[in-house]
DNA sequence: ACCTAATCTGGCATCGAGTGCCAATATGCG
DNA sequence: CGCATATTGGCACTCGATGCCAGATTAGGT
C-alpha cells in the first residue's frame, strides 16, 4: 500500500528533523509501517530515497536536446536544456531546495550525487556526440558533459547559500559569466 | 613497520587483481600481515587507499596559483595549474594510469571522488574569488570550481579510454574545444 | 464466491565497512 | 634499566545491504 513517493516523503523528513547520518533504514521503515527487508525493494539504498525519479527527467531532457534546431550553436542548445531541466513550478521550489540541500551537504549523499548524475552527463555527452559527429567517448563529448554538469553545480551551491536568488537565474549567469571568463582567456 | 604508501601499494595491487568490491579490508589487512583495526588507523576507509597524497598535490596546487602574475588571464592561469597538477614524472605515469582508471570505475570509488575532489575544487574557487574579488561562495568562484573539476575529469576519461594519448595533452585540448565552443555560443 | 497462480512481504541469517574500548606490546627517553 | 607514551589488534557492536524462504496478499479465471 506504501508507494515509493509516500516512502520518500516519509523518509525525507526524517533525515530534515534528524540528519541523514542519524536516520537509519530502520527508523525509515518503522515510520512507513513497513518491514525493512520491503524498504529496500522500494530503494536500493537508503541513498537514493533523496532522489525522485530523477532518471525521468534526464529523459525528458533527452528529449528537449534531440528536438533542439540545429542552427542553435551548441552550447546555447544545452543552455536552453539545462535551464528547463531545472525549472520547477513555485509549489515544489521550497521542497526541491531542501532536497537539494540534503543531496549536496550530506557526505554520504555528495559521494552518491556522482553516481546519479552519471546518467545525466551521458545525455549531454550524446546530445554533443550528435553534434559535432563522432562517439560520447570523444573528448569534446565527454568533457562538456563533465563541464556542464560542474556549472549546474555550481549555480546550484550558490543558489542553496543564497535563498534570495532565483535557480534558474543563477544558472543563466553562470553561463554568461563562464562564457565571458573564457572569452579573454 | 607498515608505512602509508606500502600499504597503498598491497591494497592497490590486490584491488587490481581482484577487483575493488572483491577485495576486503580483511585481506588487505591479512596481506599486509597488520590487524584489520590497524588498518582503519593508516586509512580512514577503505576508498581512500587509492588516493595517495592527493592533498599534497592540492596544497601545491594552491602554492602554484597564488604565485601566478596578475597579468595572465584567470582561465589561462587555471590551465598552467591544472595542466602542471597533472604532470607526472613518466616513470610514474603508467601506475598513475591505473590508480585513477580504478578510481574513476569502481562505483564506490566514484562516489568517493566526490568527496575527495571537494578540496580541490576550493582551491581553485579560493583562487577565482582572489582573482575577482568576492568570497568562493560567490557564483564565479564556485561555478569555475565545479567546471574546472569537470573539465579535468572529461580528460581523465579520455585519456582513460585512449592509451595512446598523453593526459596534459588531452586537457590542453580540453580547454582549447571548450574555449571554442563557448566562444560561438 | 472460490480456488489457484503469481506477486508481495518481511523475518532471519549473513557479509562487509567502520568505530569505541581496552589490554597487551613496542618504542623513545632520561 | 625503567618509566612514560605511542602503537597495535582483538572484541563487540552498529548499520547498510543482500540471499533465502515461508507466509500473506492479490488477480484472474471458473
Not at 526524517?14 to 525509515?28: C, P, Q, S, Y
Amino acid at each position: 500500500m506504501t508507494s515509493t513517493a509516500e516512502l520518500s516523503h516519509i523518509g525525507l523528513r526524517l533525515f530534515l528533523e534528524r540528519g541523514f547520518e542519524a536516520t537509519t533504514v530502520d527508523d525509515i521503515a518503522a515510520a512507513a509501517g513497513i518491514g525493512r527487508r520491503t524498504f529496500f525493494r522500494y530503494f536500493p539504498s537508503k541513498n537514493d530515497l533523496a532522489w525522485g525519479d530523477f532518471d525521468a527527467l534526464v529523459a525528458s531532457m533527452r528529449e528537449h536536446l534531440a528536438a533542439t534546431p540545429a542552427e542553435l550553436p551548441m552550447i546555447a542548445a544545452l543552455r536552453v536544456a539545462i535551464v528547463e531541466f531545472n525549472r520547477f513550478p513555485v509549489e515544489e521550489i521550497e521542497y526541491h531546495r531542501q532536497r537539494m540541500r540534503l543531496i549536496l551537504n550530506a557526505p554520504a549523499l555528495v559521494g552518491h550525487s556522482a553516481l546519479r548524475y552519471q546518467s545525466w552527463r551521458t545525455a549531454i555527452a550524446e546530445f554533443v556526440a550528435a553534434r559535432a559527429g563522432g562517439t560520447p567517448d570523444d573528448l569534446l563529448p565527454s568533457t562538456v558533459g563533465s563541464v556542464m554538469l560542474g556549472l549546474a553545480l555550481g549555480a546550484y551551491a550558490y543558489w542553496l547559500a543564497h535563498p534570495e536568488t532565483e535557480l534558474v537565474t543563477a544558472i543563466e549567469t553562470a553561463f554568461d559569466e563562464l562564457g565571458a571568463a573564457f572569452g579573454d582567456a
